[in-house]
């Protein structure tokens, strides 16, 4: 779960061909705050805690050609930022944070090698603070990162690809392995898998040109960087959600997401800035709670 979230943040690529700009809004219920080691769990006192989470993004292309299968050679620039306030309770130990500001940009480039493989890379960074306070930036809480992905076109509707990512999570450069995954299938019924920029999994049903309802399930999350008992830290900051998704489609280029479920688990811990921490087998996390969010999707 925590290697996901690294590759997260630093295999950010280009995925739409027009210009776009989302925001969001997540609301994570109250629920216990519990450790969990080997296959058992113990909640952690009268701990506990909700959550709000504030994301935005937007792309813009910067150049673009379409070769005859309608694939592009395309230069891009991405930013994003999310704002995460934790409304943490009854803590007498300090195993979180109260917010989170990640910040981020990088410039990207795609293009086809043939009618069967294309390729996607990007370079960025980004800040990762444990408060609002820009004075505070230091050289510790900014990641740099580069990717390069090779996908293979297995059908039109189904791509797969890999490749490689670095950058300094744990202080120093680091290679780590790259996944790509996009399966859409289209009609009244339609099922989307995508492994781009966090996992997304949805089956929907499209009941006219404004309205479509789909179950989803997405694993998405923000880190923050930071210095606790003279020591490099990692807050991760990691959730799973399930729910119904009804999306309100204003004509063909602003849509609206609200979707009402589960957060099924939501990981909240400091862990020291190293590789080991990804293999220990014990972790915090909060346990299941109502989940709900709203957003905005606007194409130009």
Known sequence: MRLLLICVFISVTCTNISAQVFFKTEYFGTSKYQVTEGDSSQTIGNSKGSAMVYQGGINIPLSMKLN?????????ISGGGAYVKLNNRNFTEPLVINEILNLGLSLNYQRPLNDRWSLKAGIGGGIFMP????SQIRYKNTLASASVVFIRHLRPNLDLGGGLA???S???????PAFYLNWTTS????????????????????VNKNLRLSFVTEINGQMALLEQEGKDKIFTHQY??????PEIKIGK???????????ATRTAQITNRSLKTIF?????????SAYASAGLQIGF
């Open 131 to 134: 408060s609002t306070k820009l």
């Open 240 to 245: 799973v959600v399930l729910g119904l998704r």
């Open 253 to 263: 280029r602003v849509s609206i997401p609200l979707t009402f479920g589960l957060n």
């Open 166 to 168: 670095i950058n300094n």
């Open 170 to 176: 744990f202080g120093f450069p680091m290679l780590f």
């Open 68 to 76: 005859e299968k309608n694939r592009p050679t395309m230069w891009s």
């Open 187 to 206: 009609g009244r019924y339609s099922v989307h898998i995508s492994l781009k920029d966090g996992l997304e999994m949805s089956a929907g049903y499209n």
């Open 280 to 288: 220990q087998d014990k972790g915090y996390s909060f346990k299941a």
